[in-house]
């Protein structure tokens, strides 16, 4: 890991719903270096998204409320931060790719406006440096006639090309950090693999580091550097990628990685995790994927897990490996 540029210690985004409180991300900890790429998996209603809509501000309060941690970016926690402090930073040095871009985009403004607006607010260029910039930030993302594309609505371009266009606004200000909230949603396989390799080419030209959220493991295979496996509001595995592919310790990565389909192999069943996730609206007592667990015991039911080092590198949120501690 580089020079720590994000800490995130023991975040916890709950939801006040009509049915209760929802502990979407309930103890969240991670760090990230300079240049380094994170990925963040798990099944949808794992708190992905929403530890990444937290350390940008995003989260819609209410119903959202940050009941308590720490989100350190270059050594200052943003939840000490007012609006106007942290719409400073966000856009500039730290940036988002939302996951569906014809729903993030403004359909009733051109792509090059769209860029624009984020350079007016950070930036002191004058319109025609605007101009310049814009058309050098599509032609960066691989948009051809870059002149032209600018003055395009979202509805005129296809969906790898309106991502394209996410990505030159997130990167418009140079940010350190760049969040990808499963950039590749409802693209091809062939547009999946173009965006990737961007995104990848991208943060190497400019230092950034990327945080990648995704539910695709074969993704994380051939991106990342490490992998932060989430259930139920938890990070219940952290650890380099080749490490979780080699060694998964956490039954849960391990039931996930058993269902994926193996290259010629037709005659491999895949397996099913049984069982649901748990209805974040209640008090767990103890492990949340408890219920589910082929490995569980008697103690599972009553003690929570503590995410804890194995090895050097790797931590895991497991009571099998009380004896490891």
């Not at 695709?216 to 990628?241: C, F, H, K, Q, S």
């Amino acid at each position: 890991m580089g020079e720590l540029l994000l800490e995130v210690k023991d975040l916890k985004t709950w939801f006040h719903t009509e049915e209760g409180i929802v502990r979407a991300v309930n103890g969240v900890s991670f760090g990230l270096g300079q240049g380094e790429t994170l990925g963040i998996v798990g099944e949808s209603g794992s708190g992905k998204s929403v530890s990444s809509y937290s350390i940008m501000g995003l989260v819609e309060m209410p119903p959202g409320r940050i009941h308590g941690g720490e989100i350190l970016f270059k050594g200052r926690n943003l939840l000490d931060l007012d609006d106007r402090s942290l719409s400073a930073i966000r856009g500039k040095e730290m940036a988002m790719i939302f996951q569906e871009p014809m729903t993030a985009l403004n359909p009733i403004m051109t792509c090059g406006e769209q860029i624009r607006e984020a350079l007016e607010i950070h930036t002191d260029l004058t319109r025609s440096e605007q101009d310049g910039r814009i058309v050098e930030l599509l032609t960066e993302v691989g948009i051809p006639a870059p002149e032209k594309r600018m003055n395009a609505y979202p509805h005129e371009l296809s969906g790898g090309m309106r991502q394209r266009v996410m990505i030159a606004i997130a990167l418009s200000c140079n940010p350190s950090l760049l969040i990808a909230d499963e950039p590749t949603t409802a693209l091809d396989v062939t547009i999946q693999a173009q965006i990737l390799e961007l995104i990848g080419k991208l943060q190497k030209k400019h230092n950034m580091a990327v945080i990648l959220i995704t539910h695709d493991l074969a993704v994380v295979a051939e991106t990342v550097d490490r992998v932060a496996v989430m259930y139920a509001g938890e990070i219940v595995e952290n650890a380099p990628v080749k490490e979780i592919f080699k060694n998964p310790r956490h039954p849960y990565t391990q039931a996930l990685l058993k269902s994926i389909p193996e290259l010629g192999r037709t005659d491999k069943k895949l397996e099913a995790i049984p069982g649901r996730v748990p209805n974040l609206t209640e008090e767990i007592p103890g492990c949340p994927f408890e219920n589910r667990c082929s490995r569980a015991m008697p103690l599972c039911q009553t003690t929570k897990p503590e995410l804890l080092p194995l090895d050097e590198d790797h931590l895991c949120r497991c009571l099998l490996y009380g004896e490891e501690k």
